[in-house]
Nanobody, 121 residues
């Protein structure tokens, strides 16, 4: 069982940056791939990024490539999402998730409660 708590969201102007954090509990944290997703009002949940269990590989959704960076610190049981060059269309609730596998591309078993990111134009 892994519990996840996101933080770092807020209101920022377009072009700005944010770093989201996701703190996990449980010794199994370092065994899981970790992902970030987002959901805007009236839209489906969208994959943002994933990082494998040891940080050795990452993957990104097409809409965020080049602006978002996922990283993790297993010693701190934390995964991060650095968001640069924010756009109004990045406005959404951002969720982190822990996968049922060490590698990306699998379903996620555990989810956080989300953190709101709002980008003003």
């Amino acid at each position: 069982q892994v519990q996840l708590v996101e933080s770092g969201g807020g209101l920022v102007q377009a072009g700005g940056s944010l770093r989201l954090s996701c703190a996990g509990s449980g010794r199994a944290f370092s065994s899981y791939a970790m992902g970030w997703f987002r959901q805007a009002p009236g839209k489906e949940r969208e994959f943002v990024a994933c990082i494998i269990w040891n940080g050795g590989a990452t993957s990104y959704g097409d809409s965020v490539k080049g602006r978002f960076t996922i990283s993790r610190d297993n010693a701190q049981n934390t995964v991060y999402l650095q968001i640069d060059s924010l756009k109004p269309e990045d406005t959404a609730v951002y969720y982190c998730a822990a996968g049922g596998s060490r590698y990306c591309g699998h379903e996620y078993d555990f989810w956080g409660q989300g953190t709101q990111v709002t980008v003003s134009s």
